[in-house]
């Protein structure tokens, strides 16, 4: 079946609601106007405003009605337009979301999942193109998904429905209109492991979500060079899938960490400080890593496309590690 | 065949298999096993030089009765 | 003053013993002057001295072995330290000035120099040690380094010889060279800015093994060039001399870090070689079977069956193999041995292991060995048959877990239900690691190599 990323997630939501009548979706515009990036586009005509409802403009607010839905009995999905705008509801989701189970005593489970657009390549400039996730990433209590592929968007959204905590996946906002084949029977996949999407012999370039077409991409241009690379895809931000990264390294004994977020403190820093810990003895070359540029990510499209993780700059990056490097 | 020509034979098929023999001062009674250090393998080498370069193809029952160079001088001469 | 310490002359010399010193106490010894030559073990070498001063004592005997890292020998400060001449005896107290009861290195290190003289000392690149203090009990002041500075440059200390400096090399090379044996300081880097990394090790410690054995060297061709022949026999004797050195190495570090044990069963072989003579009469010459393809046949199924005894031990953990990679023993003629690996053994019927083994035996002695067969073994075969013995209790070849033993095909009286007669036997053993399996694992291992060659038919 012949089909678009963001077909795939609205596919994932429609059967979500044709399987679990506990499950609805709210958010800033998914109603009337289809969601920011079209993804529930249809979705109230077919489930109806009880099911699909359009909120305020207050993050804090929906995102703690869907907290308090999650609480009631519910299994909501929240969508959030883009993760810089999360950050009026980080309240909810840090200090409540995360933490109730633990402050109950394991009494309140908060099975929420909120789904929010990441990342840049868009010109949508400064407030709308950052990648945080890796922020909340950070935080004990939060499940964190990165679907980058078509499978993983019609995937994923049911499993993490499935699970009793909160669960936040974030949608690269380049990926909505990428168009590939999927299976006619493709439904839930698991959110637990991280997958070798490309294998190879002499270096891994570990990444997520947008980052995903970079390195596989670099990849293949660095496979016209002789270099052999692996690509493993996280899929899960938190919790990272140790062993298969532990893997991939034990195998090349080199690794580039590819990461749409800034470089200092970030998720890149968490992969690389962790194959540090666990895979020192397996390793041939520094850990490398390519991320944006720590500047707000600019609207102009070359300082844009400049800023970002570049095909160019994996390869390079790939090409120092394996010792190859010009 | 005559003998001289068995034993040039013979020893070109050694010389090749056991290069680090001194094929010329070889004594004819020296064992191939014990003496010459051949393993098995060696040993079928050998049989198969000598039947490419004599026709001479040693039968598996005859093995056990090739056991020094001279042996094996004297069957390929009775037989080629 | 720090003490001269036993140095480590290689990643596996763990102790040393003086053999003879070159210094004397009361000697001014540079960084770099030869001070001793130490016995490591494998060889006698010289060893230099890391600190500059005076030195005041033995502090081990001639001959007396001491793990690396222990203080051999003491030196104190500058010859001004020292009174002139060598003490009374060779092994003497420290020869002491400023105060009774102390060296002189003692007091320059007690003496208080606060951290912005030491600072300020640094920037000018004065010597703290060096300098009389005239502050109180002898405190180095700002002044003294001034003057000190302004004195001149450190001229009189000799400058540093050039240390031969050892390569960058990647965390995994360092583990791979230490589990290896093979030298870093020795190999060229290929990785990023010229380090050393772990795939440079593997081809050193393979190309230890894959050398050119002297099985390998040409004929000599009637007429031949004698000197030819002669420089090639030196430069063979050399390379079975080195493969010899490396084959030490393996063992002993088999012998060190695996716990063996070690099983032994004697096999009926009547109708394994029965059948492979039925199968010979059918066969040219170059197709025949040996019985060491039956062997190896059996053995490669069995382990396929005993997984404990098919894998690499690797970072403290069994890694247990699906295929069997067959190391096979080959004694290269002129000395020394290889063990190749025939790759997917147990799923080669013993004709194709017999052409394998032709294949690599021929190769192996031709010097003409694959990488991967070097290195990748999960399991060894050592057939000492044709060298007239029973029995063979090997050495496990690290990081492989077993090791199985083939001795000589012999006609032993057999009994056979209430019955005696005539049997070809044959003993076969196996070396096994204690870490991953026990004897009655071991034991089945052997069983079943037993009962695969009672059917060889099914092989």
């Known amino acids: 079946m012949r089909t678009t990323y963001r077909e795939a997630m609205r596919a994932a939501m429609r059967e979500a609601m044709q399987r679990d009548e506990r499950v609805f979706l709210m958010g800033e515009d998914v109603g009337r106007y289809g969601g920011g990036f079209a993804v529930s586009l249809g979705l109230l005509e077919e489930f109806g405003p009880r099911r699909i409802r359009d909120t305020p403009l207050s993050e804090a607010a929906f995102v703690g009605a869907g907290i308090g839905a999650a609480l009631g009995g519910m299994r909501p999905i929240v969508e959030v337009m883009t993760v810089n705008f999360s950050l009026l509801a980080l309240d909810q989701i840090v200090n409540n979301a995360a933490t109730l189970l633990h402050m109950s005593g394991g009494q309140f489970n908060v099975p929420l999942v909120i789904r929010m657009t990441t990342g840049g390549g868009r010109q949508l400039a400064a407030q709308h193109s950052h990648s945080l996730e890796g922020w909340l990433a950070h935080i004990p209590g939060l499940r964190i998904l990165a679907p980058a592929t078509l499978e993983d968007a019609r995937g994923m959204l049911w499993t993490a429905l499935e699970d009793p905590d909160p669960v936040l996946i974030f949608e690269h906002g380049s990926l909505y209109n990428v168009e590939g084949d999927l299976a006619d029977d493709a439904g839930a996949v698991d959110i637990d492991r991280a997958v070798v999407r490309r294998a190879g012999a002499d270096l891994s370039l570990i990444t997520y979500g947008g980052t995903l077409s970079t390195a596989l991409d670099a990849a293949e241009a660095l496979a016209a060079d002789g270099i052999d690379a692996e690509v493993l895809d996280l899929r899960s931000l938190r919790p990272l899938d140790d062993a298969a990264i532990r893997a991939t390294v034990a195998k090349t004994h080199r690794a580039v960490v590819v990461d749409e977020g800034w470089r200092s403190g970030s998720l890149s820093a968490e992969v690389s400080a962790r194959i540090t810990e666990s895979a020192f003895f397996d390793l041939d070359a520094p850990v490398g890593r390519v991320c944006s540029l720590e500047v707000p990510i600019p609207y102009a499209r070359h300082l844009e496309e400049a800023a970002l993780p570049s095909v160019a700059r994996v390869a390079e990056a790939a090409r120092e590690a394996v010792g190859a490097g010009a | ?80 | 003053m720090p003490d001269l310490r036993m140095p480590s002359l290689g990643a596996d010399m763990e102790r040393g013993k003086v053999v003879e010193w070159l210094v004397r106490p009361g000697d001014y010894v540079h960084r770099g002057d030869l001070i001793a030559e130490v016995d490591t073990e494998k060889t006698v070498m010289e060893i230099e001295s890391f600190e500059e001063g005076v030195l005041a004592e033995y502090l081990v005997e001639l001959g007396q072995t001491v793990p690396v890292g222990t203080p051999i020998a003491r030196v104190t400060g500058t010859p001004a330290d020292v009174p002139a001449g060598p003490p009374a005896t060779p092994i003497a107290t420290p020869p002491d000035v400023a105060s009774p009861d102390g060296a002189a290195a003692t007091a320059a290190a007690e003496r208080a120099v606060p951290p912005p003289i030491r600072h300020l000392a640094h920037r000018l690149d004065v010597d703290v040690d060096h300098i009389d203090g005239t502050g109180p009990a002898g405190a180095v002041t700002r002044a003294d380094v001034e003057a000190a500075a302004s004195a001149g440059p450190r001229s009189s200390a000799p400058p540093e010889p050039a240390a031969a400096r050892p390569p960058r090399s990647s965390p995994r090379a360092r583990r791979l060279a230490d589990e290896l044996g093979v030298d870093l300081a020795r190999l060229t880097g290929t990785g990023p800015d010229g380090a050393v990394i772990g795939d440079d090790v593997r081809r050193a410690a393979e190309g230890r093994l894959e050398e050119r054995p002297a099985g390998a060297v040409p004929a000599p061709t009637a007429g031949g060039d004698g000197a030819d022949v002669r420089g090639e026999r030196a430069r063979a004797a050399e390379r079975t001399a080195s493969l010899r050195r490396a084959i030490g190495s393996l063992m002993a570090r088999s012998k060190r870090e695996i716990p063996h044990y070690y099983l032994s069963t004697t096999i009926d072989l009547s109708s394994a070689l029965e059948w492979m003579r039925d199968e010979n009469a059918d066969l040219p010459l170059a197709e025949r079977l040996v019985p060491a393809a039956l062997l190896l046949a059996a053995s490669a199924r069995a382990a396929k069956q005993v997984p404990e005894m098919n894998g690499l031990f690797v970072d403290g953990a069994f890694r247990p193999s699906d295929a069997v990679h067959l190391g096979v023993a080959v004694a290269l003629r002129g000395g020394g041995l290889v063990a190749p690996a025939i790759h997917d053994a147990e799923r080669l019927a013993p004709g194709e292991l017999m052409s394998a083994l032709r294949d690599v035996v021929a190769r192996a002695r031709a010097g003409r060995l694959r990488r991967t067969e070097m290195s990748d073994p999960t399991i060894t075969v050592t057939n000492l048959g044709d060298l007239g013995v029973e029995s063979v209790f090997g050495v496990i070849y690290a990081p492989q877990v077993a090791l199985v033993g083939f001795g000589r095909v012999v006609e032993r009286p057999w009994a056979i239900e209430g019955l005696l007669g005539v049997r070809p036997v044959v003993t076969a053993t196996l070396s096994a690691d204690h870490r991953v399996s026990d004897g009655l694992r071991g034991g089945r291992f052997l069983a079943l190599v037993d009962e695969l060659l009672q059917k060889p038919e099914e092989l």
């Open chain 2, 1 to 80: 065949m005559n003998e001289t020509d068995a034993r040039s034979a013979v020893l070109q098929a050694l010389r090749e298999v056991a290069p680090d023999v001194e094929a010329e001062d070889l004594d004819p009674g020296a064992r191939l096993r014990q003496d010459l250090e051949l393993d098995s393998l060696d040993f079928l080498r050998l049989l198969e030089l000598l039947a490419a370069s004599t026709g001479v193809a040693a039968q598996e029952e005859d093995y056990a009765s090739l056991t020094t160079v001279q042996s094996l001088v004297d069957y390929v001469a009775a037989r080629a």
